[in-house]
């Protein structure tokens, strides 16, 4: 089993449907985070979940909300998307300590807003 | 300015050269760095991380951070077809670059 799992792998949606994107870590890690990768584009961190506090990039519409209700578990809900959405989400975990801050990735959801 | 900046390349070595990737960030106080590798159609993977001045060696990478010149780069030695990918750098693991595309020839 991988340590950052997220499901639906793709996922293919209308500009008027609402979905979820999971994202579940089995690492044990304190702090959870959403990337959006868009070809061409630096990959681009929408949210952080880390010690109990979000933080959010202020560039990230409204139209995506993300919740967490315990450490290990992470979801992206998406509503009334634009085909401009359409990209790699990628979920990805760490541990924040005095140590360091390295990430781990998920495989990636696969968005196609049509 | 870009928070991260790499080339975007793409980047073609022989089997066996050393592939030198770069990247240069923009914030001074700028603490940690990362190397990711990303093959296509895959999610980044961890290389190597860097956190003080000086050279990092793994294997057969190298990564070595300039905090002065503000810049971070990445040798491969001994390069191998499996290395081709796309190399992401990213600073204090909030701001990526846009990668750099790595092709080694067989």
């Known amino acids: 089993e991988t340590g950052v799992t997220q499901t639906p792998r793709h996922l293919v949606m209308g500009m008027t449907n609402k979905k979820s994107l999971k994202c579940e870590q089995h690492l044990g890690h304190n702090a959870m985070y959403w990337y959006k990768q868009s070809a061409k584009k630096p990959l681009e961190l929408m949210f952080v979940?880390?010690?109990?506090?979000?933080?959010e990039n202020n560039s990230v519409p409204s139209r995506f909300s993300p919740e967490c209700p315990n450490s290990s578990h992470l979801f992206l809900h998406l509503h009334t998307l634009q085909p401009e959405d359409s990209a790699l989400y990628l979920c990805a975990s760490s541990q924040v300590d005095h140590s360091g801050n390295t990430i781990y990735f998920g495989e990636g959801s696969w968005l196609t807003v049509v | 300015q870009k928070e991260v900046e790499q080339n975007s390349g793409p980047l073609s070595v022989p089997e066996g050269a050393i592939a030198s990737l770069n990247c240069t960030y923009s914030?001074?106080?700028?603490?940690?760095f990362f190397w990711y590798r990303q093959y296509s159609g895959k999610s980044p993977e961890l290389i190597m991380s860097?956190?003080?001045?000086g050279d990092k060696e793994d294997g057969r990478f190298t990564a070595q951070l300039n905090k002065a010149s503000q810049y971070v780069s990445l040798l491969i030695r001994d390069s191998q077809p499996s290395d081709s990918a796309t190399y992401l750098c990213?600073?204090?693991?909030?701001?990526f670059g846009t990668g750099t595309s790595l092709t080694v020839i067989p």
């Open positions: 914030d001074r106080g700028s603490q940690s």
């Open positions: 979940y880390s010690l109990e506090e979000r933080v």
């Open positions: 860097i956190y003080s001045n």
């Open positions: 990213a600073v204090n693991q909030f701001y």
